[in-house]
């Protein structure tokens, strides 16, 4: 049977079980992480810098400084060891942050043409492989994105319906995350002079859905169909 990191990390360290006892649970390290360039899948990270702590079963990195395309990140992550499975939690802000960027490494739908995104999220998920942190994951936040261009959407205004790009000054609310995709709640959307208020939907079926009103009056930006699903990443 194929082990797991986990299970590979435990046994290289000396430890044949999470509650086993040895030297690096009496150990106490502080130090520095520095790397030029990181990728973690579809994200390539640059000048990452951390401090570093271990604490007996439990690994600090604070003061977290990337940078993310155009953008950069800052934030803090904890790892507890001490269970039967390891914990993860990750908190950062995000300044910046290109949106054809994210649309380009997936995490968002190509409709996404221009504009910036900031943001505060958290992180937290549990297990020893792969697929228990996905299953695990728990993502959510708040957000705040100008000068935004959705291209190949459909905006459907009561009466009036265009199928050419938005231009959107605004755009805020709060995130949660899954499989499916993002989950936008208390969102406020500025066209023009227009302030629309409401929720939307990224990355499922169909893959961008505002449902918006703005002084009781409805408006809908759908994406067209999409040649293939794309699900949003983390």
Not at 15 to 37: C, F, H, M, N, Y
Not at 54 to 69: K, N
Not at 189 to 217: M, N, S, Y
């Amino acid at each position: 049977r194929k082990q797991s990191r986990w299970q590979i990390w435990l046994r290289a360290l000396g430890r044949s079980a999470p509650q086993g006892s040895s030297w690096l649970k009496a150990a106490r390290i502080e130090g520095a992480v520095t790397v030029d360039q990181l990728r973690l899948r579809q994200w390539t990270f640059r000048r990452v810098r951390s401090r570093l702590g271990w604490d007996g079963e439990t690994l600090a990195l604070e003061g977290i400084r990337a940078e993310l395309g155009a953008g950069s990140i800052s934030g803090a992550m904890r790892a507890e060891f001490s269970g039967p499975e390891p914990r993860y939690h990750f908190e950062a802000a995000v300044a910046g942050l290109d949106l054809k960027t994210l649309a380009a490494a997936s995490a968002l739908p190509e409709n996404f043409r221009g504009g910036a995104v900031e943001a505060r999220l958290i992180l937290a998920a549990s297990g020893r492989t792969a697929g228990d942190l996905r299953a695990s994951l728990e993502a959510g936040g708040v957000f705040e994105g100008r000068s935004i261009t959705l291209a190949d959407v459909a905006r459907q205004d009561g009466a009036t319906h265009s199928d050419r790009p938005v231009d959107i000054r605004l755009l805020k609310g709060n995130f949660t995350w899954s499989s499916s995709g993002l989950n936008l709640t208390g969102v406020r959307l500025t066209i023009g002079r227009e302030v629309f208020q409401g929720r939307a939907w990224i990355g499922g079926r169909p893959r961008l859905l505002f449902e918006l009103a703005c002084e009781g009056k409805p408006m809908r930006l759908v994406a067209a169909a999409p040649d293939s699903s794309r699900a949003v990443a983390p």
